[in-house]
């Protein structure tokens, strides 16, 4: 599994129509994105021109919705008016196939005016005939199991006080109206939630299924409130809810994994649909529908990245963006280091490490379809459209890549496992994984010797209520599970439990490892900082170090200066030279 070593011991408004991405795929179609950019920002102002004279085009209307609306109001020209006269313009109605994914995350859509936003941000690129997928609005999915987790406790009667379930209903209904819609569009939803609440209050009980249904109001009241939007400024729009057009997952509620049926059922579904009566389709991410309980299942947080790039693959699309409150994919997360930069280019493979290994910028799913139907992804920043972001793709120019990107997993548990030789070392490392299978534990990093073993623990992994922030599960309960896990495997080895570790991990070229690791341990080493365990993934993109969480977040800062502020470059043209 792994070579390793143990050691010892402000949004921007969006008043131009943004640039488009930078060119992808084949020469054609990077002749005809390439040269849009600056063109398309041109346009707009003739568009605005035109707008005046009373003429009408479609990115007026992303202008319009854009702007708020207000001022096409002011005009007397409803955002609406002007929005019918491009149905031609985004493939509503003509006979074109679906061409990209568009997902926008919780944070780009968390509120009427960033709704407006984003309705505009699609309407500037009338040439594209998207498929839209929707997180729920802001913080919605964290205020649901708040809410849950409060009404088991709290009785029938007391459920309407609820703090989590009345911020969740004002922030719904202030987004309606603000947006001019009826009630009617989330009524039923809001109904059926207190229901759904009174019920979790009565039977005092809040299973991982009724957990993911719980959840799955949020995504199913924004797609909503966003498809009506679209429809009330005159553009063609179709609500789906992914569970009912063929998202068919395990039955893993909480962090359920696509099947392979869900493929051609869905491309069935929103392909025919688009065929049939073109309308853009708005769908719910993060949900689907288990194969055996046919109950409503979640894909793990962050999950709508997963439902994005199972629809570009599903369709065979041509791109798949994933809009997100940042600049794209960024050097280390920009919460703990603010001097993170963006990260133009990614491979899937460097992706899929970053986002396992704990960047949460992406679900660590989710570039397995992407990478499987060889689609590019691209992240992008809804508050500031103009920015390039990164692009994903299965190949990129490594030759002047050392590091790509620095993550950090915290609150992670070490175990070292050392065989009272009761076993064969076959036997040995045999029996300790199937007891991590048989207590559904993910192992992160695993470093071995003949008759010892250490593994880190994925810290979402060990207790069961995963879908609640990993610092807010109670302490208790993350130790009544790992208890466990020590007295299975005390049962053939001598068990020391390390808690409060966190994994740094390495993402860069597979080719430069030695120059990473020489660099990192030369920092670590000028931090007085004693790394713990070392492991390197087989596909060597990623290597990681285990240090105290105490003094991670310090290694972050000093790693990222040495490799991204400090010019490592230089070294390596020394090497390249030195070597030729
Ligand atoms: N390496 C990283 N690059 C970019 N963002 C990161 C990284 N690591 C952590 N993040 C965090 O991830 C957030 C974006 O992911 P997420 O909240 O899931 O977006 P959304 O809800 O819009 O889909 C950013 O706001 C940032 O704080
Ligand atoms: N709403 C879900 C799914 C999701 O993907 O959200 P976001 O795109 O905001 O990370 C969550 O909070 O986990």
């Known amino acids: 599994m792994a070579i390793a070593l143990r050691f010892a011991a402000a949004p921007l408004r969006l008043r131009l129509v943004s640039p488009a991405p930078p060119a992808i795929g084949g020469a054609g179609d990077g002749g005809r994105r390439g040269g849009g950019g600056a063109a398309r920002i041109g346009v707009l102002g003739r568009a605005r021109c035109r707008r005046r004279r009373g003429g009408g085009g479609r990115l007026e209307v992303a202008a319009a919705a854009a702007d708020d609306s207000a001022r096409c109001r002011a005009k007397g020209v409803g955002a609406a008016a002007a929005a019918a006269e491009t149905l031609g313009g985004i493939g509503v109605g003509g006979g074109d196939q679906l061409s990209v ?3 926008f995350g919780g944070s780009s859509v968390s509120s009427a005016a960033r709704m407006r936003e984003v309705a505009g941000l699609i309407l500037a690129f009338p040439e594209e005939r998207p498929v839209v997928v929707l997180s729920a609005m802001g913080k919605t999915t964290n205020l649901l199991l708040l809410a849950g987790e409060k009404a088991v406790g709290c009785g029938v009667i007391r459920v309407s006080e609820i703090e989590e379930w009345n911020l969740i209903k004002d922030l719904h209904i202030k987004t309606v109206e603000e ?34 249904y719980l959840v799955s109001f949020g995504e199913c009241m924004s797609t909503r409130i966003f498809a009506a939007y679209l429809n009330k400024i005159g553009v063609k729009a179709r609500q789906y809810d992914a569970f009912d057009i063929g998202f068919i997952t395990t039955d893993d509620f909480g962090n359920a994994d696509i099947l392979e049926a869900t493929y051609p059922a869905v491309a069935k579904r929103l392909h025919g649909d688009w065929i049939r009566d073109p309308a853009i389709p708005i769908v719910t991410g993060f949900l689907g529908k288990g194969w055996k309980s046919g109950a409503v299942t979640t894909l793990g947080r962050g999950g709508s990245d997963l439902t994005a790039t199972t629809i570009g693959k599903a369709l065979g699309l041509r791109e798949i963006q994933v809009w997100k409150d940042v600049d794209g994919v960024l050097t280390c997360d920009p919460n703990i280091y603010p001097n993170a930069t963006t990260v133009p280019y990614l491979t899937f493979e460097e992706a899929a490490e970053l986002a396992y290994f704990g960047a949460q910028v992406l679900h660590p799913q989710s570039m397995r379809p992407a990478r499987e139907g060889d689609i590019p992804v691209r992240v992008k920043n809804s508050y500031n459209p103009k920015a390039p972001g990164t692009l994903i793709t299965k190949q990129r120019e490594m030759d002047k890549v050392v590091l790509t990107s620095i993550v950090l ?4 548990t070490m175990l070292d496992i050392v065989s009272t030789r009761m076993l064969g070392q076959f036997g040995f490392l045999a029996k300790v994984f199937s007891i991590f299978e048989d207590l559904g534990i993910s192992v992160d990093c695993v470093a071995t010797s003949e008759v010892s073993i250490s593994v880190s623990l994925d810290p979402s992994k060990i207790w069961s209520r995963e879908l609640i922030q990993q610092a807010s599960a109670p302490i208790y309960m993350q130790n ?21 570790r966190a994994i740094i991990s390495l993402i860069g070229n597979v080719r430069r490892s030695s120059l990473i690791l020489e660099k990192a341990f030369q920092v670590l080493r000028k931090s007085g900082v004693n790394v713990q365990m070392i492991s ?10 285990i240090v105290h969480d105490s003094e991670a977040k310090q290694c972050i800062k000093a790693l990222h200066q040495a490799f991204f502020e400090d010019d490592v470059l230089t070294e390596v043209e020394e090497e390249a030279l030195h070597m030729s």
């Open 101 to 103: 994914v568009m997902k």
């Open 179 to 212: 947006l001019a819609l009826p009630r009617s569009v989330i009524h039923t939803m809001l109904d059926e939630l207190e229901q759904l609440l009174k019920g979790i209050a009565m039977m005092k009980e809040l299973t991982l299924r009724t957990t993911d």
């Open 409 to 412: 997993k915290s609150n992670v």
């Open 480 to 500: 009544q599970e790992l208890d466990h896990v020590v007295e299975e495997l005390e049962k053939i080895a001598v068990v020391h439990l390390l808690q409060q």
């Open 536 to 545: 390197q993934g087989a596909s060597k993109v990623n290597m990681s170090l």
